[in-house]
Protein backbone atom coordinates (compact mmCIF):
# COMPACT_ATOMS: atom_id res chain seq x y z
CA UNK A 1 0.00 0.00 0.00
CA UNK A 2 1.22 3.40 -1.08
CA UNK A 3 -0.18 6.78 -0.02
CA UNK A 4 0.80 10.52 -1.02
CA UNK A 5 0.90 13.51 0.89
CA UNK A 6 1.59 17.00 -0.62
CA UNK A 7 3.04 19.51 1.57
CA UNK A 8 5.23 23.00 0.67
CA UNK A 9 8.55 22.04 3.07
CA UNK A 10 8.98 18.07 3.95
CA UNK A 11 10.82 17.70 6.88
CA UNK A 12 12.93 14.99 8.32
CA UNK A 13 13.52 14.65 11.64
CA UNK A 14 11.86 15.80 14.78
CA UNK A 15 14.74 16.91 16.37
CA UNK A 16 15.40 20.68 17.66
CA UNK A 17 16.35 21.52 13.91
CA UNK A 18 13.29 19.88 12.30
CA UNK A 19 10.69 20.48 14.92
CA UNK A 20 12.25 24.47 15.14
CA UNK A 21 12.13 24.83 11.63
CA UNK A 22 8.74 23.95 11.36
CA UNK A 23 7.29 26.41 14.53
CA UNK A 24 9.36 28.86 12.66
CA UNK A 25 7.80 28.21 9.02
CA UNK A 26 4.21 28.44 10.46
CA UNK A 27 4.13 31.29 11.52
CA UNK A 28 5.05 32.74 8.44
CA UNK A 29 2.41 31.07 6.56
CA UNK A 30 4.47 27.90 5.23
CA UNK A 31 2.82 24.71 5.92
CA UNK A 32 5.36 21.74 6.63
CA UNK A 33 5.31 17.99 7.62
CA UNK A 34 7.72 16.35 9.84
CA UNK A 35 8.49 13.20 10.28
CA UNK A 36 10.69 11.14 12.40
CA UNK A 37 11.30 7.35 12.56
CA UNK A 38 11.56 7.19 16.62
CA UNK A 39 8.38 7.48 18.80
CA UNK A 40 7.32 10.82 20.36
CA UNK A 41 8.49 8.89 23.93
CA UNK A 42 12.19 7.99 23.09
CA UNK A 43 12.35 11.81 21.14
CA UNK A 44 11.06 13.24 24.82
CA UNK A 45 13.40 10.46 27.04
CA UNK A 46 16.88 10.82 25.48
CA UNK A 47 19.08 12.40 27.68
CA UNK A 48 21.02 15.16 25.52
CA UNK A 49 23.24 18.33 26.62
CA UNK A 50 21.98 20.90 28.41
CA UNK A 51 23.35 24.47 27.85
CA UNK A 52 21.52 26.68 25.97
CA UNK A 53 22.72 30.27 24.45
CA UNK A 54 21.30 33.48 25.31
CA UNK A 55 20.51 33.35 21.59
CA UNK A 56 18.91 29.79 21.52
CA UNK A 57 16.75 30.83 24.29
CA UNK A 58 15.58 34.11 22.71
CA UNK A 59 15.19 32.34 19.43
CA UNK A 60 13.12 29.89 21.62
CA UNK A 61 11.15 32.36 23.40
CA UNK A 62 10.13 34.92 21.31
CA UNK A 63 8.16 32.54 18.82
CA UNK A 64 6.39 30.89 21.39
CA UNK A 65 8.15 27.83 21.16
CA UNK A 66 8.53 27.49 24.80
CA UNK A 67 8.20 29.56 27.50
CA UNK A 68 9.47 27.15 29.96
CA UNK A 69 12.95 28.16 28.79
CA UNK A 70 12.44 31.48 30.59
CA UNK A 71 10.63 30.30 33.65
CA UNK A 72 12.72 26.77 34.65
CA UNK A 73 15.58 27.24 32.84
CA UNK A 74 18.80 28.19 35.32
CA UNK A 75 20.94 31.19 34.16
CA UNK A 76 24.91 30.28 34.17
CA UNK A 77 26.72 33.52 34.12
CA UNK A 78 30.37 31.66 34.19
CA UNK A 79 31.94 28.71 34.03
CA UNK A 80 35.11 27.12 35.84
CA UNK A 81 38.07 25.83 34.28
CA UNK A 82 40.58 23.54 37.14
CA UNK A 83 44.06 21.90 36.16
CA UNK A 84 47.38 21.37 38.31
CA UNK A 85 44.88 21.86 41.66
CA UNK A 86 43.78 25.14 41.01
CA UNK A 87 40.16 26.60 40.03
CA UNK A 88 39.51 29.39 37.74
CA UNK A 89 36.61 31.32 36.95
CA UNK A 90 35.34 32.22 33.19
CA UNK A 91 33.13 35.42 33.98
CA UNK A 92 30.94 35.64 30.95
CA UNK A 93 28.95 38.45 32.25
CA UNK A 94 32.11 40.90 33.48
CA UNK A 95 33.66 39.40 30.35
CA UNK A 96 31.25 39.55 27.41
CA UNK A 97 28.09 40.88 29.27
CA UNK A 98 26.26 37.63 27.86
CA UNK A 99 25.52 34.27 30.02
CA UNK A 100 23.98 30.61 29.33
CA UNK A 101 20.92 29.04 30.32
CA UNK A 102 20.97 25.29 31.51
CA UNK A 103 17.78 23.78 30.48
CA UNK A 104 17.81 20.19 28.99
CA UNK A 105 17.74 19.21 25.17
CA UNK A 106 15.10 16.80 25.80
CA UNK A 107 12.39 19.57 27.72
CA UNK A 108 12.91 21.96 24.60
CA UNK A 109 11.68 18.63 22.73
CA UNK A 110 8.81 18.09 24.68
CA UNK A 111 8.27 22.21 24.71
CA UNK A 112 8.61 21.79 20.72
CA UNK A 113 6.52 18.91 20.20
CA UNK A 114 3.68 20.41 22.44
CA UNK A 115 3.70 23.45 20.32
CA UNK A 116 3.56 21.74 17.25
CA UNK A 117 0.84 19.19 17.91
CA UNK A 118 -1.14 22.56 19.83
CA UNK A 119 -0.69 23.73 16.47
CA UNK A 120 -2.18 21.52 14.33
CA UNK A 121 1.22 20.42 12.88
CA UNK A 122 1.50 16.93 10.27
CA UNK A 123 4.10 15.60 13.16
CA UNK A 124 4.60 11.99 12.36
CA UNK A 125 6.59 9.86 14.67
CA UNK A 126 7.54 5.86 13.59
CA UNK A 127 7.98 6.98 9.99
CA UNK A 128 11.20 6.44 8.48
CA UNK A 129 12.75 7.99 5.61
CA UNK A 130 14.27 5.90 3.14
CA UNK A 131 15.53 8.42 0.60
CA UNK A 132 15.13 11.96 -0.97
CA UNK A 133 14.07 12.01 -4.69
CA UNK A 134 14.08 14.88 -7.20
CA UNK A 135 16.26 17.15 -5.35
CA UNK A 136 17.14 19.22 -8.62
CA UNK A 137 13.80 19.19 -8.93
CA UNK A 138 10.75 22.35 -8.11
CA UNK A 139 9.11 18.97 -7.07
CA UNK A 140 11.54 17.31 -4.11
CA UNK A 141 9.84 14.27 -2.28
CA UNK A 142 11.00 12.22 0.49
CA UNK A 143 10.43 8.53 0.27
CA UNK A 144 9.47 6.69 3.39
CA UNK A 145 7.99 3.84 5.39
CA UNK A 146 5.73 4.03 8.05
CA UNK A 147 5.27 1.77 11.83
CA UNK A 148 3.36 -0.68 9.73
CA UNK A 149 5.60 -0.71 6.70
CA UNK A 150 3.69 1.04 4.18
CA UNK A 151 5.01 3.31 1.74
CA UNK A 152 4.89 7.16 2.53
CA UNK A 153 5.45 9.69 -0.18
CA UNK A 154 5.48 12.98 1.01
CA UNK A 155 5.80 15.27 -2.14
CA UNK A 156 6.96 19.18 -1.20
CA UNK A 157 8.41 21.88 -2.92
CA UNK A 158 11.04 22.06 -0.32
CA UNK A 159 13.14 19.16 1.26
CA UNK A 160 14.79 19.56 4.77
CA UNK A 161 17.51 16.91 6.19
CA UNK A 162 17.13 17.53 9.79
CA UNK A 163 18.22 14.00 10.59
CA UNK A 164 20.79 13.71 12.90
CA UNK A 165 24.33 12.29 12.14
CA UNK A 166 22.84 9.39 10.22
CA UNK A 167 20.78 11.58 7.93
CA UNK A 168 19.49 9.80 4.70
CA UNK A 169 19.04 13.12 3.21
CA UNK A 170 22.71 13.51 3.28
CA UNK A 171 23.43 11.03 0.10
CA UNK A 172 20.45 12.97 -2.12
CA UNK A 173 22.66 16.57 -0.95
CA UNK A 174 25.89 15.53 -1.25
CA UNK A 175 26.06 12.30 -3.34
CA UNK A 176 26.80 10.18 -0.33
CA UNK A 177 25.46 9.53 3.57
CA UNK A 178 28.88 9.75 4.78
CA UNK A 179 31.08 12.40 2.93
CA UNK A 180 32.32 15.29 5.26
CA UNK A 181 34.90 16.75 6.65
CA UNK A 182 35.33 14.60 9.48
CA UNK A 183 37.86 13.88 12.62
CA UNK A 184 38.05 11.34 15.25
CA UNK A 185 39.34 11.51 18.68
CA UNK A 186 40.64 8.58 20.64
CA UNK A 187 38.51 9.58 23.68
CA UNK A 188 34.97 9.13 24.84
CA UNK A 189 32.58 10.43 27.56
CA UNK A 190 31.27 7.96 30.50
CA UNK A 191 28.12 10.54 31.56
CA UNK A 192 26.09 9.89 34.26
CA UNK A 193 22.70 11.28 35.87
CA UNK A 194 22.43 11.07 39.52
CA UNK A 195 19.91 11.87 42.46
CA UNK A 196 22.06 14.13 44.48
CA UNK A 197 22.26 17.68 44.80
CA UNK A 198 25.39 19.72 43.01
CA UNK A 199 28.51 19.73 43.85
CA UNK A 200 29.20 23.17 42.96
CA UNK A 201 26.71 26.70 41.71
CA UNK A 202 28.78 26.40 38.57
CA UNK A 203 29.56 23.75 36.19
CA UNK A 204 33.34 22.93 36.37
CA UNK A 205 35.76 21.49 33.38
CA UNK A 206 38.66 19.52 34.63
CA UNK A 207 41.87 19.13 32.97
CA UNK A 208 43.41 16.18 35.44
CA UNK A 209 46.54 13.89 34.97
CA UNK A 210 43.62 10.80 35.07
CA UNK A 211 41.78 12.62 32.20
CA UNK A 212 39.14 15.12 31.70
CA UNK A 213 35.88 15.61 33.64
CA UNK A 214 32.57 17.74 33.63
CA UNK A 215 30.70 18.41 36.65
CA UNK A 216 27.51 19.90 35.61
CA UNK A 217 23.76 19.68 36.63
CA UNK A 218 19.92 19.25 36.08
CA UNK A 219 18.65 20.30 39.25
CA UNK A 220 18.09 20.62 42.76
CA UNK A 221 18.05 17.24 42.73
CA UNK A 222 19.50 15.33 39.80
CA UNK A 223 23.11 15.84 38.72
CA UNK A 224 24.53 15.32 35.34
CA UNK A 225 28.74 14.49 35.23
CA UNK A 226 30.77 13.10 32.54
CA UNK A 227 34.31 11.73 32.44
CA UNK A 228 36.62 10.76 29.85
CA UNK A 229 36.67 7.41 28.66
CA UNK A 230 38.07 4.83 26.05
CA UNK A 231 35.51 5.26 23.06
CA UNK A 232 34.99 1.10 23.53
CA UNK A 233 34.08 1.50 27.13
CA UNK A 234 31.01 -0.86 28.34
CA UNK A 235 28.53 1.70 30.43
CA UNK A 236 27.40 -1.89 32.26
CA UNK A 237 31.54 -2.35 33.33
CA UNK A 238 31.85 0.39 35.75
CA UNK A 239 29.77 -0.16 39.80
CA UNK A 240 28.52 2.56 41.18
CA UNK A 241 31.37 3.12 43.71
CA UNK A 242 33.54 2.77 40.45
CA UNK A 243 32.01 5.12 38.92
CA UNK A 244 32.62 7.82 41.98
CA UNK A 245 35.83 7.24 42.33
CA UNK A 246 37.06 7.75 38.59
CA UNK A 247 34.92 11.44 38.98
CA UNK A 248 36.34 12.21 42.42
CA UNK A 249 39.70 12.03 41.36
CA UNK A 250 39.39 14.26 38.60
CA UNK A 251 38.23 17.18 40.36
CA UNK A 252 40.79 17.38 43.31
CA UNK A 253 39.39 20.24 45.95
CA UNK A 254 36.15 19.65 45.76
CA UNK A 255 34.03 16.69 47.10
CA UNK A 256 31.26 15.33 45.15
CA UNK A 257 27.97 15.13 46.92
CA UNK A 258 27.32 11.41 45.70
CA UNK A 259 23.86 9.57 45.15
CA UNK A 260 22.32 6.66 43.30
CA UNK A 261 22.93 6.66 39.63
CA UNK A 262 20.17 5.72 37.59
CA UNK A 263 21.21 6.55 33.96
CA UNK A 264 24.50 5.87 32.55
CA UNK A 265 26.14 6.23 28.48
CA UNK A 266 29.62 6.34 26.61
CA UNK A 267 29.17 9.67 23.90
CA UNK A 268 31.71 9.05 21.11
CA UNK A 269 33.37 12.22 19.93
CA UNK A 270 33.18 12.93 16.45
CA UNK A 271 33.75 16.52 14.43
CA UNK A 272 32.19 16.04 11.20
CA UNK A 273 31.03 18.51 8.31
CA UNK A 274 29.31 17.61 5.38
CA UNK A 275 30.95 18.66 1.83
CA UNK A 276 27.32 20.26 1.27
CA UNK A 277 24.62 22.12 3.08
CA UNK A 278 22.31 22.20 -0.19
CA UNK A 279 21.42 20.84 -3.34
CA UNK A 280 18.82 22.59 -5.36
CA UNK A 281 15.77 22.20 -3.29
CA UNK A 282 16.90 20.12 -0.48
CA UNK A 283 19.21 21.63 2.67
CA UNK A 284 20.47 19.66 5.51
CA UNK A 285 20.93 21.37 8.81
CA UNK A 286 21.55 20.15 12.42
CA UNK A 287 23.45 16.82 13.18
CA UNK A 288 22.24 16.14 9.50
CA UNK A 289 25.05 18.57 8.55
CA UNK A 290 27.56 18.56 10.72
CA UNK A 291 28.53 17.12 14.53
CA UNK A 292 30.51 18.73 17.09
CA UNK A 293 32.61 16.71 20.04
CA UNK A 294 30.24 18.08 23.39
CA UNK A 295 32.72 19.54 25.00
CA UNK A 296 31.11 22.98 24.92
CA UNK A 297 27.58 22.29 24.09
CA UNK A 298 27.79 23.63 20.75
CA UNK A 299 25.49 20.78 18.72
CA UNK A 300 21.97 22.04 19.55
CA UNK A 301 22.53 25.41 19.73
CA UNK A 302 24.71 25.27 16.18
CA UNK A 303 21.07 23.34 14.89
CA UNK A 304 18.95 26.40 15.97
CA UNK A 305 21.63 28.41 14.19
CA UNK A 306 21.10 26.98 11.00
CA UNK A 307 17.68 27.26 11.40
CA UNK A 308 16.95 31.30 11.59
CA UNK A 309 19.06 31.27 8.00
CA UNK A 310 17.25 28.52 6.64
CA UNK A 311 14.03 30.00 7.56
CA UNK A 312 14.28 33.32 6.24
CA UNK A 313 15.53 31.63 3.28
CA UNK A 314 12.89 29.44 2.77
CA UNK A 315 10.67 32.21 3.30
CA UNK A 316 11.89 34.20 0.63
CA UNK A 317 12.07 31.60 -1.71
CA UNK A 318 7.78 30.31 -1.03
CA UNK A 319 6.67 33.57 -0.40
CA UNK A 320 8.04 36.21 -2.67
CA UNK A 321 9.89 33.87 -5.02
CA UNK A 322 13.09 34.96 -4.46
CA UNK A 323 16.07 32.28 -4.41
CA UNK A 324 18.87 34.49 -3.78
CA UNK A 325 18.91 33.93 0.45
CA UNK A 326 18.77 30.00 -0.13
CA UNK A 327 21.85 30.20 -2.89
CA UNK A 328 23.37 31.96 0.56
CA UNK A 329 22.36 29.79 2.73
CA UNK A 330 25.01 27.38 2.65
CA UNK A 331 28.20 29.97 3.23
CA UNK A 332 26.50 31.37 5.86
CA UNK A 333 25.69 28.80 8.00
CA UNK A 334 28.82 27.32 7.51
CA UNK A 335 30.96 30.66 8.41
CA UNK A 336 29.61 29.82 11.83
CA UNK A 337 29.74 26.07 11.90
CA UNK A 338 33.31 26.19 11.28
CA UNK A 339 33.79 28.32 13.75
CA UNK A 340 31.76 26.24 16.48
CA UNK A 341 33.87 22.87 15.10
CA UNK A 342 36.96 25.02 16.25
CA UNK A 343 35.71 26.04 19.19
CA UNK A 344 34.33 22.59 19.98
CA UNK A 345 37.80 20.96 19.00
CA UNK A 346 40.33 24.07 21.15
CA UNK A 347 38.30 23.44 23.96
CA UNK A 348 38.33 19.07 23.90
CA UNK A 349 41.75 19.27 23.21
CA UNK A 350 43.00 21.75 25.36
CA UNK A 351 40.94 19.59 28.10
CA UNK A 352 41.36 15.78 27.80
CA UNK A 353 44.69 13.97 28.27
CA UNK A 354 44.79 12.19 24.91
CA UNK A 355 46.21 8.19 25.23
CA UNK A 356 49.58 9.07 23.92
CA UNK A 357 50.26 12.37 25.21
CA UNK A 358 54.21 12.85 26.03
CA UNK A 359 55.14 15.03 28.77
CA UNK A 360 56.07 17.51 25.84
CA UNK A 361 52.20 17.53 25.45
CA UNK A 362 50.94 17.35 28.90
CA UNK A 363 53.31 20.65 29.94
CA UNK A 364 52.38 22.35 26.66
CA UNK A 365 48.41 22.02 27.45
CA UNK A 366 49.31 23.15 30.64
CA UNK A 367 50.41 25.88 29.54
CA UNK A 368 47.72 26.70 27.14
CA UNK A 369 45.36 26.43 30.24
CA UNK A 370 47.60 29.23 31.50
CA UNK A 371 47.75 31.27 29.05
CA UNK A 372 43.86 31.26 28.92
CA UNK A 373 43.00 31.75 32.29
CA UNK A 374 45.31 34.27 33.08
CA UNK A 375 44.96 36.64 30.25
CA UNK A 376 41.85 39.07 30.20
CA UNK A 377 41.68 38.46 26.34
CA UNK A 378 42.06 34.32 26.57
CA UNK A 379 39.46 34.56 29.36
CA UNK A 380 37.25 37.06 26.58
CA UNK A 381 38.16 34.39 23.68
CA UNK A 382 36.66 31.40 25.63
CA UNK A 383 33.23 33.29 27.07
CA UNK A 384 32.31 34.83 24.02
CA UNK A 385 32.21 31.06 22.09
CA UNK A 386 31.05 29.27 24.84
CA UNK A 387 28.13 32.17 25.12
CA UNK A 388 27.70 32.48 21.20
CA UNK A 389 28.12 34.83 18.78
CA UNK A 390 25.38 36.65 17.98
CA UNK A 391 22.68 35.11 15.87
CA UNK A 392 22.03 38.89 14.45
CA UNK A 393 25.73 38.49 12.63
CA UNK A 394 23.74 35.64 10.46
CA UNK A 395 21.23 37.72 8.68
C1 LIG B 1 26.54 19.53 29.39
C2 LIG B 1 27.11 18.97 28.27
C3 LIG B 1 28.18 19.58 27.68
O1 LIG B 1 28.75 19.04 26.60
C4 LIG B 1 28.71 20.74 28.20
O2 LIG B 1 29.80 21.29 27.61
C5 LIG B 1 28.13 21.32 29.29
C6 LIG B 1 27.03 20.70 29.90
C7 LIG B 1 25.37 18.86 30.04
O3 LIG B 1 24.91 17.84 29.53
O4 LIG B 1 24.94 19.33 31.09
Same mark, same amino acid.
Given at each position: MTATVTTRVAIIGAGPAGLLLSHLLADAGIESVVIDQRTREEIENTIRAGILEEGTVGVLSSSGASDRVVTAASRHEGIELRFAGEGYRIDFAALVGRAVYLYPQHEVLKDLIRARLAGGQDLRFGVTAQRVEG *???DRPAVIATDAEGRTLTIEAEFVVG *? #?? !?? $??ARAAVSGSSTGGYFREYPFAWFGILC???? $? $??ELIYSNSPDGFALISQRSATVQRMYFQC???? #?? *? *?? !?EEQLWDELQKRVPGTTLAQGPIFQRDVLRFRSFVA?? @? @??GRVALIGDAAHTVPPTGAKGMNLAVADVVVLEKALRALL @??? #? $?RPLEAFPEKALHRIWKAQHFSWWMTSMLHVAPDASDFDRRRQLGELRSVVESEHGRAYLAEAYTGWPLEGLT
Open positions: *AGT *A #DG !SR $SVEAPP $S $SEDPDT #DP *A *AY !SHE @L @LK @LED #D $S
